[in-house]
């Protein structure tokens, strides 16, 4: 009967151990990508790309990349010469206030106190008005779209959690990011969002 109860002690403590772990080191996402297209009048992006997402039970853990098979794109079908900005917000829970904080990523800051996030080198910050503008041949200018399927050019690489920074003192909080697309057709036509897309969404 004591070895009995010694047993079923022993199986308690190692699940209770292997939830512990799995609330320091493993990082659940609820969000999976899929094409949308992005359209103002005769402007037209497709957004592509798609993110590790909960199947099976399945778990995202610090340093293991969050974007699979391939890095999340953006394709020019526009038959208008246009301009490209994007914004990017990173939002999560304050361990104190248990309020939301919101910043917005300018390749440094808050965000990378969690995680590594790659751009791609023809995204240019912008300090004044807090956007990445897409540089096509060093331009702001990207050409119109001359065949059927358009030109494809990506924005993001990699993004993962660093598993340094993430423990349990944030388990249980929310990291989203928030891309916000917007586009215009000539240097003195105002800006026009052409769609939105959040990224990922994680809770420890």
């Not at 997402?53 to 399945?58: G, R, S, Y």
């Not at 996030?117 to 956007?131: G, I, K, R």
């Not at 358009?150 to 959690?161: L, V």
């Amino acid at each position: 009967m004591i070895k009995r109860i010694t047993i079923f002690i022993l199986v308690i403590a190692v699940l209770a151990l292997s939830l512990l772990m799995q609330g320091t080191f493993a990082w659940f996402t609820d969000v999976a990508l899929s094409n949308q297209t992005y359209q103002i009048g005769a402007i037209t992006y497709v957004f592509s790309g798609s993110l590790a997402t909960v199947q099976d039970n399945q778990i995202v853990v610090p340093g293991q990349p969050l974007i699979t098979n391939t890095n999340l794109f953006l394709t020019n079908q526009s038959n208008i010469d246009t301009n490209l900005r994007l914004q990017i917000r990173f939002t999560y829970t304050d361990q104190i206030t248990h309020l939301p904080v919101e910043t917005i990523y300018n390749g440094t800051g808050q965000l990378n106190n969690f995680m590594d996030l790659s751009m791609v080198t023809n995204w240019v910050y912008d300090v004044t008005d807090q956007c990445w503008h897409y540089k096509y041949n060093n331009a702001d200018n990207i050409p119109a779209s001359t065949t059927v399927d358009g030109y494809a050019f990506a924005i993001i690489t990699n993004i993962t959690f660093d598993g340094a920074a993430i423990d349990n003192t944030l388990s249980g909080s929310i990291f989203k990011l928030k891309l916000i697309f917007q586009a215009k057709q000539a240097n003195y036509v105002t800006w026009q969002t052409i769609g939105t897309q959040d990224i990922v969404a994680l809770a420890g």
